[in-house]
């Protein structure tokens, strides 16, 4: 089944305390992008990664890190996470930049206290 | 100032009605428009699909409606149904996806 893994589902966590949220596809998708949803707020995009070893910042890119050193994998770092990350996070993957469906996530919801 | 704007924000119905959403962007230069459902604790999956030169475009009780020239996009829920009660987000992509802030829909039985 093709599909987008995202773990952890929820996680509370403490101000400054790093954390990685995993992302997963399996469909050989080149492109791969983070989102994070507030209330009220659209879906904004974090970073994005066009390939491997290729990321990019997104909209809202300050206090967070990714990678892609496989074409599968595409995590999210917050190296010293602070309350006005908790949010929902999204993770998506598409063949490419344009003109094609985005499949996502289950979504992570985090809580900073 | 969002670049994709939906109207309503939030919306009841009572189950078999119909009902219409509403989109407005300012997204130039467009190559596609997407509404997707979110259902509650889920990620968003794609409705519809519709390029520049498409007018309307089905989906089962979904029919959707672009206006290029005006940059206004409907979503028409036919005869709905409680397993419609979701968020509906509309997506307009030129270099990127630019997201609305969705509907929530509610139908109550």
């Known amino acids: 089944e093709a599909q987008v893994t995202q773990n952890p589902r929820y996680l509370i966590t403490v101000t400054g305390k790093k954390l990685t949220v995993t992302c997963s596809q399996n469909m050989n998708h080149e492109y791969m992008s983070w989102y994070r949803q507030d209330p009220g707020l659209g879906l904004r995009q974090i970073y994005y990664s066009m390939n491997v070893e290729v990321t990019d910042k997104g909209d809202v890119p300050e206090g967070y890190k990714v990678s892609r050193k496989e074409k599968r994998n595409f995590p999210l770092i917050l190296e010293s996470p602070s309350p006005n990350q908790t949010s929902l996070y999204f993770c998506a993957s598409k063949w490419d930049q344009r003109n094609t469906e985005a499949f996502f996530g289950q979504g992570t919801r985090l809580t900073v206290v | 100032k969002n670049q994709v704007e939906q109207s309503p924000q939030s919306l009841i119905i009572l189950e078999g009605k119909n009902c219409t959403l509403q989109c407005n962007y300012t997204v130039s230069p467009f190559s596609n428009l997407r509404w997707y459902k979110q259902d509650t604790g889920r990620g968003p999956v794609s409705l519809t699909i519709m390029t520049f030169s498409e007018n309307t475009k089905s989906n089962g009780r979904y029919t959707a409606t672009l206006d290029a020239d005006t940059k206004q996009s409907s979503l028409h829920i036919t005869a709905s149904q409680l397993s419609d009660s979701a968020s509906y987000i509309c997506?307009?992509?030129?270099?990127?996806?630019?997201f609305g802030a969705g509907t929530r829909l509610t139908v109550k039985p």
């Open positions: 997506v307009v992509t030129n270099n990127d996806m630019r």
